[in-house]
């Protein structure tokens, strides 16, 4: 897991773990695949706009708390 950090939506598995949920049950959530929630927190692909509000809504937090969570960890 340490290999995700700071890369791409890493911290989304920290969010999932405070909500008590897997990858695969918060791509469930979200209803995307499990393998392109696992890209957007490796950093090999991008999350658009509507991702980022799905994340976010599903994990009860804001953007900017996504984000500065990123940022505070680079």
């Known amino acids: 897991r340490d290999r995700l950090r700071s890369r791409g939506l890493g911290d989304v598995y920290k969010r999932q773990e405070m909500n008590l949920m897997t990858q695969t049950e918060l791509a469930e959530k979200l209803n995307m695949p499990q393998p392109t929630l696992n890209r957007y927190e490796k950093g090999e692909r991008q999350a658009d706009y509507e991702g980022i509000c799905k ?15 990123l940022i505070s960890e680079k």
Request: overall charge negative; some cysteine; proline content about 0%.
């Open 55 to 69: 994340i976010c809504n599903t994990l009860n937090i804001t953007a900017s708390e996504l984000f500065s969570t």
